[in-house]
């Protein structure tokens, strides 16, 4: 018996829609006809064969896809969003988001959504499993596969039907057999509302395998007989172990509790054995990395992510990780055919290089390999040595095949322009033997480093308490921004170094810019980040290098705050620094940079480049490889001049709207105990103002929409009633509609009725 002890309700819930929309056409919300084949066909042809993978919030492009689409489909949609979240617990999903959103989409029918207080109550606020990160990005993924397999269900004959769910085993193979359902998480989910004394409340198959391994060997079972490309013999093999389990334990097993969590889910590296080459070692000879060393190892050259945004998480989980996660499992693909086609379907073009790495992830390289991490073509970031099989983590938000890696070496070594790496993910190093001597003999220590500075302090002196680990998914618990944006502010600050967030009053940008900075540090480091405010005074001698007055007479040379800044990233190559300008384009950007203009270049970092400055022309700077710079602008200011289009060019733009549509505000307010009614409230007249404001283009534009800082509660003390919310309206919100139409008080009087109402 499988069932946790939060689990009869949702249970009682998938038996009512079992009975009345699997088995019949019926609906769970409603007394309609719903789960037919006919709606089923206008959501395959509205949203499955038209996927939009462009900007905007999961929502916002389903109700663009669904517009076409007639009402039965629509409320057909609302419906398979609750099937989604049924499994989902209030740790990724808040019940009442679940309910605002299977109502939002209901409503896109044009009629409201029935009472229906068993399957919209509390039942939506228990779930029985947290699917992590990985399932709030691929959600539209997971709704293709609800589609696709419920088709195929459909068109099953009812003998057929009755013959599969009466078999939980037989019911899995044929679910397994659906193209869609590769890595999808719904397909635990699915299995264990349906058969859940067969099945564990475990929705990815990397904690099925995990589990195996490290429970089988303790009562005789042995993991290396298990298929563990063959889903559903691991679901039998759990099913199996479980009576084992279950005399050794003074309670109900669940894997997710204690004392049963920890010896799993933290035992990722001890379980895995590789059989590890001798690792290579340095003599006096410069030359001392031999090739043959490796025996049967190989040497595997891969980029941390773009501009190597990954490479704090890869050495801080000990993994290594490459993308297309849309794939789905790769252990599941027969051949490298198969995956080239695959990536062709989704991507178009000839894409050999792609699928040649997801392959050899996957499928060639074994445990005791070498792994190196580069950033760019000629960055070297560290070496290790791989120590476990591939899988799958269907958790993680991005870059989910993972391999585990036991790193060696880590920090910054730049090869030569003639050793200069392959632009491709994934490279074998292997048979090139001049390149493993030139990279190996530097990550060794032969490269000269620096010399320290003792003047400069540097973050992590021996000593210093090491600051509290900040994952992506840390930073997306605090944020309101789509997982898509995220990613996109990640990559821009790896691929140029430098990205300015502009966006209008309120979208909160200082406290993106923190966030994204830990993120990218992986963690919450202060020695590592720095932060200032430009104005219209600040000069080139505050940030870079001036002179200052002694108080005896005379004058000191002075550093500015980025060139000390600079100096203390050049002792600690190893790790990424994060300079933060706040109000960017306040300052005379041209003389506050000065000749830095050339040096804060993506490809014109490093010692290489190093130059006099106007106040030291005997000595050289440059700006390291590992400074990033995020700035800051306000596209509501009306005194700010035009950015310096030189320093345009050296900057990626990326601009944060308003998150009144984003699914991590709403969570928030229900979080904080608003009542729903008033979330969609705040939501929608929000959402209908600032469509005003961004198609008033004459005076204003999308640039002076109003951000939702302003209705998020400061401290959590504060009463989140029609009283806060007229308050808000009345003297934050009204003011700033009298200065954006401060020549049309009518306009100003009709909107804020209109927030009232």
């Not at 949702?10 to 019949?24: G, I, S």
């Not at 990395?289 to 490479?311: D, K, M, S, Y």
């Not at 029609?722 to 100003?748: N, T």
Request: hydrophobic share 40%; net charge negative; with cysteine.
């Amino acid at each position: 018996m499988t069932r946790w002890h939060r689990s009869p309700e949702v249970l009682d819930a998938a038996r009512r829609w079992r009975d009345r929309c699997l088995l019949a056409d019926g609906s769970v919300l409603s007394e309609l006809r719903l789960w037919t084949l006919e709606n089923l066909g206008y959501l395959e042809r509205h949203f499955v064969l038209n996927l939009d993978t462009g900007t905007g919030t999961f929502l916002e492009k389903l109700e663009e896809q669904l517009r076409p689409a007639p009402p039965g489909a629509k409320q057909l949609a609302a419906e398979l969003l609750w099937l989604l979240y049924l499994s989902v617990s209030e740790n990724s999903i808040l019940g009442g988001t679940k309910r605002l959103q299977i109502r939002q989409i209901w409503e896109w029918s044009g009629e409201p959504l029935p009472e229906a207080p068993e399957a919209l109550g509390k039942v939506l606020e228990h779930g029985v499993a947290n699917p992590g990160t990985g399932f709030q990005t691929h959600r539209w993924r997971e709704l293709v596969f609800a589609i696709q397999f419920t088709q195929a269900w459909k068109l099953l004959a009812p003998a057929q039907q009755a013959r599969l769910i009466s078999d939980p085993w037989e019911f899995a193979r044929w679910v397994d057999a659906q193209p869609s359902g590769r890595g999808r998480q719904f397909r635990h989910m699915l299995l264990y509302l349906l058969f859940p004394d067969h099945f564990e409340r475990v929705v990815t198959g990397s904690h099925k395998e995990q589990i195996l391994r490290t429970f089988l060997p303790r009562y005789g079972g042995d993991p290396a007989r298990i298929d563990m490309k063959d889903r559903t013999a691991v679901d039998e093999a759990l099913h199996d172990l479980r009576p084992a389990l279950q005399l050794d334990q003074e309670q109900d097993v669940d894997y997710y509790q204690e004392p049963l969590r920890a010896q799993w889910l933290g035992s990722k590296k001890a379980t895995h054995v590789p059989a590890r080459p001798q690792t290579p070692t340095v003599s006096a000879n410069p030359k001392a990395f031999i090739p043959q060393q490796l025996g049967t190892a190989r040497v595997w050259v891969v980029a941390a992510g773009e501009g190597g945004r990954l490479w704090s998480e890869f050495k801080d989980e000990a993994v290594v990780a490459i993308g297309w996660d849309y794939l789905g499992d790769l252990s599941l693909y027969t051949s490298f055919a198969e995956i080239l086609e695959a990536i062709r379907t989704e991507e178009g073009g000839n894409p050999t290089n792609n699928a040649n790495a997801c392959w050899q992830f996957a499928h060639e390289i074994k445990p005791g390999d070498y792994v190196v991490a580069k950033q760019g073509r000629r960055m070297l970031l560290g070496y290790g040595i791989v120590t476990s099989p591939y899988r799958f983590d269907e958790t993680r938000s991005e870059y989910q095949h993972v391999r585990d890696v036991d790193w060696q070496q880590t920090g910054r070594w730049t090869l030569p322009p003639e050793h200069a790496v392959a632009l491709k993910t994934l490279t074998e190093y292997t048979p090139y033997p001049a390149w493993l001597n030139e990279a190996f003999e530097q990550m060794q220590g032969w490269a000269p480093a620096p010399e320290p500075d003792a003047s400069v302090p540097i973050g992590d002196l021996p000593g210093r308490a090491e600051a509290p680990v900040y994952t992506r998914e840390d930073a997306q618990k605090e944020l309101f921004l789509s997982p898509e944006m995220f990613t996109a502010i990640l990559d821009a600050l790896g691929r140029k170094k430098n990205v300015i967030l502009e966006g209008a009053p309120g979208v909160g940008k200082t406290f993106v810019a923190r966030r994204i900075a830990w993120a990218l540090l992986g963690r919450r480091d202060s020695t590592r980040l720095e932060m200032v405010q430009f104005h219209q005074s600040y000069a080139y001698e505050d940030f870079v290098q001036g002179w200052r007055p002694r108080a005896n007479g005379g004058f000191d040379r002075h550093d500015g705050v980025f060139h000390r800044f600079c100096r203390r990233a050049a002792q600690d190559l190893q790790n990424a620094y994060v300079f933060i300008i706040d109000e960017i384009n306040r300052g005379n950007l041209s003389k506050v940079f000065g000749e830095l203009m050339m040096l804060v270049e993506p490809d014109k970092r490093g010692p290489e480049f190093s130059i006099p400055l106007t106040y030291s022309p005997d000595e050289r700077f440059y700006v390291p490889a590992n400074v990033y710079i995020l700035g800051m602008m306000n596209t509501a200011d009306r005194s700010l001049a035009m950015v310096d289009y030189a320093l345009r060019r050296r900057f990626s733009f990326i601009r944060l709207e308003p998150a009144f549509s984003e699914e991590r505000f709403t969570n928030h307010l229900v979080d904080q105990g608003m009542d729903e009614s008033l979330v969609r409230r705040i939501t929608g007249r929000m959402t209908e103002l600032n469509q005003v404001i961004a198609g008033d283009i004459r005076n204003l534009g999308p640039g002076f929409q109003i951000g939702h800082s302003f209705f998020v509660p400061a401290d959590g003390t504060e009463k989140l009633d029609e009283h806060w919310y007229r308050h808000i309206v009345d003297h934050e919100i009204r003011p700033l509609l009298r200065e954006y139409w401060f020549d049309q008080p009518e306009q100003v009087d009709e909107q804020i009725r209109r927030l009232h109402s």
